[in-house]
């Protein structure tokens, strides 16, 4: 989980614990503090281009985003195994301000077979709030996102 525009809304990434029941308000407040910010500092792109924090803490607002539209993040137990599928926003290995979404689960969850509908579904909820999505195919034929800013 990380924390969301120093506020301390902690975001669901996919690499901590399942996130926390009863969460809703705080969850629907920090989203409405994302767009808030969007409509403030954008001018006339309003909330359709990511903020200039966001762009400095790609993957706290793309996890914000994701969770905030319903999608289930993936969780680790206290081990660091999987124990829900889910995406997982992690930095991007190709460069800066680029983060990659996967859709990840424990072994035998059937989540490989789900990464294609469930990425598009990710990137269609993404590509609504600016962000640029890219599908790619990784080792061992793995789909990814790789998120962006729009330049």
């Known amino acids: 989980m990380v924390s969301v525009a120093g506020q301390g809304f902690e ?5 901590g614990p399942e996130p926390p029941e009863g969460r809703a308000a705080e969850l629907r407040t920090a989203h409405e503090g994302l767009l808030q ?8 792109a309003g909330t359709a281009v990511p903020a200039p924090w966001e762009l400095r803490r790609p993957a706290h607002a793309v996890a914000l985003v994701l969770e905030a539209a319903g999608l289930p993040p993936s969780a680790l137990d206290a081990r660091g195994r999987r124990t829900r599928t889910g995406y997982r926003v992690a930095a991007a290995a190709s460069g ?5 979404v996967t859709w990840v689960g424990p072994p035998g969850s059937g989540a490989a077979a789900q990464e294609q509908e469930r990425l598009a579904a990710c990137a269609a909820v993404l590509e609504r709030l600016g962000w640029v999505c890219l599908l790619y195919r990784g080792p061992r034929r793995h789909r990814f996102l790789e998120v962006e800013a729009p330049r």
């Open 37 to 44: 910010i969007r409509r403030l500092v954008n001018g006339p």
């Open 96 to 100: 800066a301000n680029r983060v990659e």
């Open 11 to 15: 975001a669901a990434t996919g690499d």
